[in-house]
């Protein structure tokens, strides 16, 4: 590792703490400008991080897609919100190729998983069909489906991440637990209070944790480990 890499690697987890708490006190302050201003540039942070250090390319692939998600859901309306929910699902893809892809199989191999990833799946998929049912009626006809579709994917993703460890594992549970708070807007369910401020702190967890559990996963890399506070 170059020593610009190296300062780099040392410097871009402070820059993503510091633009998450700015974001995230914005939001509590209810500051437009700096939400719309921060929210676009956390995943590129994210993405930067995991290729300095070394990331498989699906995981810096899978941070952009998210990026261009946020910037569509932060214009507003129902096209940017279908094109928004197309870029998180080509990132679910990323994160699928990622977690399954040739060569990583010892991502898969915790003990036990083998024996508990039936319950998993049941457990999982349970989740993802009472969801739809409990909210098919409050949505659109026409976004039913396609929310439907949008959250199996994610619910796959949020499996196989769990396959990968315990930290892409809730890194998963939270990316769902974030985008059912967004659905749950869309069929006017009730929220806790300043709901955009969960939405986001639960998204950015869960993106930081996918991040962070997979560079473990992936075997030791030159240079500092991931240096915010993680479970």
């Known amino acids: 590792m ?13 820059l993503f703490a510091l633009l998450t708490a700015v974001h995230l006190g914005a939001l ?4 437009t400008t700096v939400v719309h ?10 993405a930067v991080w995991a290729l300095v ?7 810096p692939a899978a941070l952009v897609c998210g990026c261009g998600g946020d910037v569509l859901l932060q214009i ?4 940017a919100f279908l094109a928004g929910m197309g870029c998180f699902a080509a990132g679910h893809l ?12 010892a991502l898969f191999a915790r003990a036990g998983w083998p024996r508990t990833a039936p319950w998993a799946a049941a457990g999982y998929g349970a989740a993802w069909l009472g969801t739809v049912a409990l909210l ?17 994917l994610l619910t796959v993703m949020a499996l196989a991440a769990l396959g990968a460890g315990p930290w892409t594992g809730l890194g998963g549970a939270l990316f769902m637990l974030s985008d059912t708070l967004i659905a749950a807007g869309l069929a006017d369910w009730p929220r806790p209070p300043v709901p955009q401020f969960w939405i986001m702190a639960t998204y950015i967890a869960a993106q930081w944790l996918l991040m962070a559990g997979a560079m473990r996963g992936a075997g030791p ?7 915010l506070v993680g479970p």
């Open 37 to 46: 201003l921060t929210k676009p540039a956390l995943m590129p942070v994210l």
């Open 136 to 152: 098919w009626s409050g949505l659109a006809s026409h976004l039913r489906l396609p929310v439907a579709g949008y959250s199996l």
């Open 76 to 79: 507003g309306g129902e096209t």
């Open 94 to 105: 990323c994160y699928l190729a990622l977690f399954t892809r040739a060569g990583r199989g």
């Open 53 to 59: 250090r070394g990331g498989p390319w699906p995981l």
């Open 2 to 14: 170059t020593a610009a890499a190296g300062r780099a690697t040392r410097a871009l987890p402070a």
């Open 221 to 227: 890399r030159p240079g500092p480990q991931p240096a």
């Open 28 to 31: 509590l302050m209810d500051a």
